[in-house]
């Protein structure tokens, strides 16, 4: 169940509010939660998602992001007291993002990735001032060197960034387990479930409408250019309640978890490895003070094990999403039963 707006909502002056993207999983929920509280929401984009379509009352430009020429066309001379960049993910494209977007708005927020934080972290819980370091995935690499340029333009030519750290943020389409919905329909047929590690390392999961709250809440904040922000639930649970959560919620009273070392997965999987030694397998507990600090309303009040059920009703009501990853199931196999048998994964 999703909480209601607060009731000091609105008393929040409206603020112009240009969102690059606004129709995946934590953009949608920011246009929505933005409208909703009377700020004047526009979003840039190619198109609207169909899963995620734009609430009524929103502006719509249609502009490639990538074609700095179509953009400039879409905007005209329009200025905004913020713009929220949900589609750069390369230091180039961060670049790009500074010559469009200068001079045109009080407030440019980036959205990074909490991934970027050091990997394996030294201390938890993880703060704003924890270093910016992943020596396993390129995708956090990018983000730090996008942070890195827009930082340097803030700087040099009082570029006025906010950098936003997200970590694992949801909605009622995406799983969050490793195999999508091959894990959920292997838990229904009985088959076992491949867990990293020993399923113990903690993981933090936010439903993209309480991201949406603390998010919104500090679009148009002129003491929050130059800083950055960590936004998470206060949650924090080992990944086999989380697979078990999705069992429960999927009908299954008890799923077999076997457990299979994060370092296995990648030697057989190069497009699984990066994000699980980059980021899954490591314990991550965030530290929401910053944040709090400023949005003071900003609590996640939705638990997970609402989240899971939420998540599979859905993919229950739509069975078009309910892809079945042939090589996810093999990969799956080959691992389990080499786990349960104690011998060498064949071509691992």
Request: glycine letters at 8%; proline letters at 7%.
């Amino acid at each position: 169940m999703v909480s209601p707006l607060a009731p000091e909502a609105a008393t929040v002056a409206p603020r112009s509010i240009l969102l690059v993207g606004g129709t995946g999983v934590i953009s949608a929920a920011a246009t929505e939660r933005a409208a909703a509280l009377g700020h004047r929401v526009t979003v840039l984009n190619r198109g609207q998602s169909a899963a995620r379509p734009v609430p009524d009352g929103v502006e719509v430009l249609h502009a490639d992001i990538r074609n700095r020429a179509s953009v400039r066309e879409a905007l005209g001379t329009r200025g905004f007291d913020a713009v929220a960049d949900f589609i750069s993910y390369t230091p180039d494209q961060a670049a790009a993002a500074v010559d469009l977007f200068a001079g045109r708005t009080g407030q440019y927020v980036f959205i990074s990735s909490a991934s970027a934080y050091q990997k394996p972290p030294t201390r938890l819980p993880i703060l704003e001032s924890t270093p910016l370091k992943n020596p396993f995935w390129q995708y956090s690499r990018d983000k730090i060197a996008c942070e890195e340029v827009l930082f340097a333009a803030y700087r040099e030519r009082d570029f006025p960034v906010t950098v936003v750290r997200p970590s694992h943020t949801y909605d009622r389409t995406k799983i969050a387990m490793v195999g999508g919905w091959t894990d959920v329909h292997r838990m229904r047929a009985g088959l076992p479930v491949m867990v990293h590690g020993d399923g113990t390392s903690l993981w933090t999961l936010t439903h993209s409408k309480d991201f949406a709250k603390a998010f919104v809440g500090l679009l148009g904040r002129p003491q929050a250019v130059g800083e950055s922000y960590t936004i998470t639930s206060d949650e924090y649970l080992p990944w086999n309640q989380i697979y078990r959560l999705f069992a429960r919620a999927a009908g299954v009273a008890e799923p077999e978890l076997v457990h299979v070392a994060s370092e296995t997965i990648a030697a057989a999987s190069p497009e699984l490895g990066p994000n699980l030694l980059g980021d899954r397998s490591h314990s991550v507990v965030f530290d929401n003070t910053k944040i709090k600090a400023l949005v003071p309303d900003y609590t996640a009040t939705i638990p997970f094990a609402d989240g899971a059920r939420e998540i599979v009703a859905w993919f229950d009501a739509n069975p078009a999403s309910q892809v079945l990853n042939q090589d996810y199931m093999d990969l799956t196999d080959r691992l389990t039963t080499w786990a349960r048998s104690g011998q060498r994964p064949a071509g691992g």
